[in-house]
């Protein structure tokens, strides 16, 4: 499967944005997908995923509440809403995919995105 993560930008606090991560090559139903970044001088850091055959979610404690994930296996897409930005936000957001369920560690997925960066400005 291939992976294109758009939508990311320039936003000031408090603001939303909207990223996409499309899928081609296979159905995007068939795996589990999530949600990492990883901002300038800082480790990557998972943000959220769903699993592929429930559709649970499972988020970072401290994006509770303020980012959504979810899937439109139709369009073959993932989305992260993220409301109430804060400037920590800004990172580059990377999709990625993985068979099996819901794991938080990037050494587990082996599909990714090229990336998208996410400013947020105070």
């Known amino acids: 499967v291939q992976l294109q993560a758009s939508g990311g930008g320039l936003v000031q606090a408090g603001g939303s944005l909207r990223l996409s991560c499309a899928a081609s090559?296979?159905?995007?139903?068939?795996?589990?997908t999530g949600w990492f970044r990883q901002a300038p001088g800082k480790e990557s850091e998972f943000v959220a995923a769903v699993n592929w055959y429930t559709a649970g979610t499972y988020y970072t404690d401290s994006l509770k509440g303020r980012f959504t994930i979810s899937r439109d296996n139709a369009k073959n897409t993932m989305y992260l809403q993220m409301n109430s930005l804060r400037p920590e936000d800004t990172a580059v957001y990377y999709c990625?995919?993985?068979?099996?369920?819901?794991?938080?560690?990037?050494?587990?997925?082996?599909?990714w995105g090229q990336g998208t960066l996410v400013t947020v400005s105070s």
């Open positions: 090559g296979r159905s995007l139903s068939m795996y589990t």
């Open positions: 990625a995919a993985r068979s099996g369920p819901i794991r938080k560690e990037r050494f587990n997925y082996d599909y």
